[in-house]
């Protein structure tokens, strides 16, 4: 792709192509809320924030508890996405108030990060909210995850009541995902011409391509901050996104339409940002898809190969 122009600002086309626009993504809101586990909540509004943590009681009591009810969703989460992991539970004990702490833990059973909730009665319905984070505040690694509920002053995991009334199965596992595939739907690899380094007439290919259909619906690999959305002759309708808590920003580009997402705006994880098309300088319907090393896409940072990136992710989304 051409480099932008110092001082270039979004091409928006005409307000018939924003309709146009906004009624695709309309219609592909559900797909991408299945796929990605997205929810049906505002373009460019930042994800529901996290639980707080609480702070341990100094003498901490609980009685014999069990588990009435608990569960976790979406199954399927990914980090800054539209939706974080969440658990919702009550519990059964032989006493009034109960301290208890609730852990997220990896595969291994360590503790990722830790809620304390303080004087919760039986049969109370309670949740917690994580963010994808760890304890040190980075983003947790992809893998498997579990909400673990536990009194604070020691003691075994709450489990399921025997007499419980509910035919509801315990499921407070989940996976956790960095980065989501950018396509929802059908789509390859191409031939060589398309990969990053290939030969160009004055310059080499600084992506990869994806070939799909026209209008297949992309949503944004991992969120941010939208860097950069505009229109140039051979990129075509194009969207660049700072991703939140990591060193790259990543290139959107040959959309079908303008992305209604402006400089500035901010984008989740699976957030729809537009649809596969044909603009620009190209021949087939594609998305060309760039990720640059900080301090960032024409800031002095550089394009690296994001093919084994995009394989790693298409093999879990």
Same mark, same amino acid.
Request: hydrophobic share 40%.
């Given at each position: 792709?051409?480099?932008?122009?110092?001082?270039?600002?979004?091409?928006?086309?005409?307000?018939?192509?924003?309709?146009?626009?906004?009624?695709?993504?309309?219609?592909?809101?559900?797909?991408?809320?299945? #796929?990605?586990?997205?929810?049906?909540?505002?373009?460019?509004?930042?994800? $529901?924030?996290?639980?707080?943590?609480?702070?341990?009681?100094p003498a901490p009591t609980a009685g014999a508890l069990n588990l009435i009810s608990a569960k976790t969703w979406p199954r399927k989460s990914f980090f800054y996405g539209a939706r974080t992991p969440r658990l919702r539970y009550e519990i059964g004990s032989d006493q009034p108030s109960n301290d208890l702490r609730i852990d997220v833990v990896n595969e291994n059973g360590e503790a990722m990060k830790s809620y304390f909730r303080n004087d919760i009665a039986p049969e109370a319905p309670d949740s917690v909210r994580w963010d994808g984070t760890a304890g040190d505040g980075r983003p947790a690694k992809n893998g498997r995850y579990s909400f673990r509920i536990v009194p604070q002053s020691g003691g075994r995991v709450a489990r399921r009541a025997t007499s419980s009334a509910s035919a509801e199965p315990l499921s407070l596992s989940f996976d956790l995902y960095g980065y989501a595939f950018p396509i929802l739907g059908s789509h390859d690899y191409g031939g060589a011409a398309g990969r990053f380094g290939a030969g160009r007439s004055g310059h080499t290919h600084e992506g990869q391509d994806v070939m799909a259909k026209c209008g297949t619906p992309l949503v944004a690999a991992r969120g941010g901050t939208v860097q950069y959305a505009g229109y140039q002759g051979a990129a075509g309708n194009y969207i660049v996104i700072d991703g939140k808590g990591t060193s790259f920003?990543?290139?959107?580009?040959?959309? #079908?339409?303008?992305s209604p997402l402006q400089e500035g705006t901010t984008v989740r994880t699976g957030e729809p940002i537009g649809g596969v098309g044909q603009t620009g300088d190209v021949t087939a319907c594609h998305l060309h898809f760039e990720?640059?090393?900080?301090?960032?896409?024409?800031?002095?940072?550089? $394009?690296?190969?994001p093919l084994p990136f995009l394989e790693e992710w298409d093999a879990y989304s």
């Open positions: 792709m051409a480099r932008r122009k110092a001082g270039a600002r979004p091409w928006l086309g005409g307000l018939t192509s924003i309709i146009a626009l906004a009624v695709f993504l309309a219609c592909s809101a559900a797909p991408a809320a299945a #796929l990605t586990g997205g929810a049906p909540t505002p373009i460019g509004s930042a994800p $529901p924030p996290p639980s707080p943590s609480g702070t341990p009681d920003d990543m290139g959107y580009m040959h959309l #079908l339409e303008p990720i640059w090393t900080a301090p960032g896409w024409y800031e002095g940072g550089s $394009p690296i190969n």
